[in-house]
């Protein structure tokens, strides 16, 4: 990625996309439902990770950046860079998605 923004922003895309077609066991999804409120206002989460991830690469805390920033345009939530499905969406068949 570089220091590609445009990079960073297409990642972040594709890294939500993914995660939405092959979301956590419900179990996990309902376990970072529940810590999610805890975990928004966390300055490790909110601005630690971010930081780091900047200190690596300034397109990673880009990256970070346009995960919140496509979340809350689809309407999702997310803990951190983890997606969670919308809230009573199916899951896709399992079948379908082996073909």
């Known amino acids: 990625m570089s220091e590609d923004l ?6 972040a895309r594709t890294w939500i996309d993914q995660q939405l077609a092959d979301p956590l066991p419900d ?4 376990a970072l439902r529940g810590v999610q409120p805890l975990l928004e206002h966390d ?3 909110v601005q630690g990770f971010r930081a780091w991830a900047g200190s690596i690469n300034p397109a990673a805390a880009h990256f ?4 919140a920033v496509q979340i809350a345009r689809r309407g999702l939530e997310a803990v951190s860079v983890i997606v969670l499905p919308a809230s009573g ?5 399992s079948d379908v998605a082996a073909m």
């Open 6 to 11: 445009t990079a960073a922003q297409e990642l």
């Open 27 to 30: 179990d996990v999804v309902s």
């Open 43 to 45: 300055p490790v989460i």
């Open 64 to 67: 970070i950046d346009e995960i």
């Open 89 to 93: 969406s199916a899951r896709p068949n």
